[in-house]
């Protein structure tokens, strides 16, 4: 029996040097390409204008002594940085003194607004009736502008016809508290405000956090006898490390920029204490016109933001791999 050699001629690059022809997908890929960047356009768009742009510029002005009532703009380095480490500078001790108020205000308020909403978000977890409902009334806060709390809480608060005195002296308590005009009220009222009016969202995230562990490693412990408390240490705050790192970060962020709160329920009194980073900064930008300082004001506080993000950050996922 003879063998028929079937013999396969081999394919030959294209003569005369040419590139190999490009698979029929390309044409296709590109088009997705192209419909990616179109959605995101408008993004982008806005991103540049709003951010880039103007955070640039802001550099720039840092960088000038630049006033909207000057013509040309001089370049003077990093003299408005210095002038704000300067001790002795009058835009140096109020800056700082507004700042070291931010960081009181972050200290205070961060555990509150961490500790409070996954407390609220663990009861929310359980199987209980009109859950919805509860989710709802905590969250409801959230959606109202910092001016309406401003409004409806200047008048809970207000020293002489606030309805919270006259709820105190009711029931036999002081009637006469400065919430708004005295330390260390001001800060209750102020923390106090801010924990009711932003905990719906770390709520939210949390509770969202809890439906993702495995319901599993639950039995699992309640068999090996675990209780509440232990299945809590055990179980729920290592599947929540990578939400508690998210929620404490952006927490603290919101935080440092507090402005409407105090701007409306204390005017940053009694004097400057609780005047927060932001409004100084404002103060100095828009009412004082001292543009060139309050941008450099402003990058100091971006850098030490950052460095506590990276911070946080770290340490989290240490305990994470130390965890693992």
Not at 91 to 111: A, N
Not at 180 to 187: G, I, L, M, N
Request: aromatic share 12%; proline share 5%; net charge positive.
């Amino acid at each position: 029996m003879t063998e028929t050699a079937t013999l396969v001629a081999p394919q030959r690059s294209s003569a005369g040097g040419r590139h190999p022809r490009r698979p029929a997908g390309s044409a296709s890929s590109r088009r997705k390409t192209l419909t990616a960047y179109l959605f995101l356009a408008p993004f982008l768009v806005l991103f540049l204008t709003f951010v880039a742009g103007p955070g640039i510029f802001g550099i720039w002005m840092s960088l000038t002594n630049w006033s909207p009532f000057r013509d040309v703009q001089e370049f003077v380095g990093f003299q408005n940085y210095i002038d704000l480490f300067t001790p002795g500078n009058v835009l140096s001790s109020d800056f700082w003194k507004s700042m070291s108020v931010t960081g009181i205000f972050i200290v205070i308020s961060v555990p509150f607004l961490v500790v409070i909403p996954l407390l609220v978000a663990i009861l929310l977890n359980q199987r209980i009736r009109a859950a919805t409902t509860f989710r709802t009334i905590f969250f409801a806060p959230y959606v109202l502008g910092v001016a309406v709390i401003g409004v409806i809480w200047g008048y809970i608060f207000d020293t002489q016809s606030g309805i919270l005195n006259h709820l105190l002296g009711v029931i036999g308590l002081p009637s006469d508290i400065p919430w708004t005009v005295d330390v260390p009220w001001v800060w209750v009222s102020i923390v106090g405000v801010t924990v009711w009016w932003t905990m719906g969202l770390n709520t939210i995230i949390f509770l969202a956090g809890l439906k993702g562990i495995n319901g599993d490693l639950y039995e699992a412990a309640a068999l090996d006898g675990a209780g509440a408390m232990r299945k809590f240490s055990s179980v729920t705050l290592p599947g929540l490390r990578p939400v508690m790192t998210f929620i404490t970060t952006t927490t603290i962020l919101a935080s440092a920029n507090m402005f409407g709160q105090s701007y409306l329920l204390t005017k940053g009194g009694p004097g400057t204490e609780t005047r927060t980073v932001i409004m100084y900064i404002a103060d100095q930008g828009l009412s004082q016109n001292n543009m060139a300082p309050a941008a450099a004001m402003s990058y100091i506080l971006f850098l030490a933001l950052a460095i506590v993000s990276v911070i946080n950050f770290r340490l989290q996922r240490e305990r994470v791999e130390k965890a693992s």
